[in-house]
């Protein structure tokens, strides 16, 4: 390692060891420079060949100029050419099949090896990232909400973040147990904290229990607000069939990320296999064949059941991808539960975890 490198290296542990004790967001900002300074250093041309360990990143929307509030998840474009190219000169990025061989036939995994992934099927996957990816050649894949696509309609997530922090009410009810409760929406922290508590709360319920208390969330709000409020952040919405067969056409990898993006494992086993039976009918329809790869919705441990992981193997599914934020371990992988770490906004903070997961 270059004395430079080693320097920054060297900071970089001290100065994150030191952020343990800030608030959640100060600290994510010192993650995001240390990952920016090791990025611009190429510290992670240094890495060790650690062996029999991968990397699977979880990509969402990218977009050219995202409002940070309301798009907060969203990866700006300049973000993603910074993460990409460091993946490029220091990592080997391989095609998910090729981990999925190496972990099924028990052969060693190529050393850094990382993999892409495209959770959500964002039409902006196609219109921006597509061309980023191609520009390096990197191989990836994308995971597409099947019905949602078919029907043009966004995630009620998405929605609901376009609703809070840019809709025209200022408080918001829900009836809850036995009572209404009420979120207050007129300071950025109230209106973060509203999102993150039905976000946790909605997401893991049967689809049609969660279906009715949307309606009742929704309800009071002005009729063409959220029509509205779609048109002025295009981000969110999905991408087009026509979309989906270029990127097949250019060689990625499509496969399925279920048919409504609902948590799988709450609910009813008539539900969880039209979920999985109908995305593929729809994959098969408008694509011509469907991939033999499969991504949670959601991919947290409330989304995963023995009987999801049944019913992926049930259909023939190669694997199954988590959000569970860990690398791959090539003895102790289990291919229907692959663990994945999700690339946040801030590119520096996914630069700095692959540093750290690879570093030792
Ligand atoms: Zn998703």
Redesign the pocket.
């Known amino acids: 390692m270059l004395i430079g490198q080693r320097i920054i290296a060297g900071l970089t542990w001290r100065v994150e060891a030191r952020a343990a004790g800030l608030s959640p967001a100060a600290r994510a900002r010192v993650r995001d420079l240390c990952g920016r300074a090791l990025g611009i250093a190429r510290a992670h041309d240094c890495l060790p060949d650690l062996a029999a360990r991968a990397a699977i990143l979880c990509f969402h929307g990218v977009g050219r100029r995202p409002d940070p509030q309301v798009e907060e998840g969203v990866l700006p474009v300049r973000g993603l050419r910074a993460v990409l190219n460091t993946l490029r000169r220091s990592f080997r990025v391989i095609p998910l099949a090729e981990l999925v061989n190496c972990l099924r036939e028990r052969r060693p995994l190529p050393p850094r090896a990382v993999v892409i992934t495209f ?2 099927g964002y039409a902006n996957n196609a219109e921006i990232a597509a061309e980023e990816l191609d520009r390096l050649r990197l191989p990836w894949s994308a995971f597409l ?1 099947a019905g949602l696509i078919e029907h043009g309609r966004r995630q009620w997530v998405d929605d609901l973040r376009l609703l809070v922090h840019r809709g025209s009410r200022k408080r918001l009810s829900l009836p809850w147990e036995g009572r209404t409760l009420a979120f207050e929406l007129d300071t950025p922290g109230r209106r973060r904290a509203a999102l993150a508590w039905l976000i946790d709360h909605l997401r893991y319920l049967p689809e049609e229990r969660r279906e009715e208390l949307w309606r009742q969330l929704v309800e009071p709000c002005p009729p063409d607000e959220l029509a509205d409020l779609r048109e002025r952040f295009p981000g969110f919405a999905p991408m087009s069939w026509a979309q989906a067969r270029q990127l097949r056409q250019a060689g990625v990898d499509v496969g399925s ?1 279920g048919l409504s ?1 609902i948590a799988l494992a709450p609910q009813t086993p008539e539900r969880l296999r039209h979920e999985l039976s109908e995305a593929r009918r729809l994959l098969q329809l408008r694509l011509g064949s469907d991939g033999p790869h499969f ?1 949670y ?2 991919g947290r441990p409330a989304s995963i059941s023995p009987a999801t992981e049944a019913a992926l193997g049930e259909m023939g599914y190669a694997c199954g991808l988590t959000l569970e934020q860990d690398t791959v371990r090539g003895e102790r992988a289990a291919l229907p539960a692959l663990p994945r770490l999700i690339v946040p906004a801030q590119a520096g903070r996914i630069l700095l975890t692959l540093w750290q997961r690879f570093a030792r």
């Open positions: 959770d959500d909400p990320h993006h991504s919705p959601y």
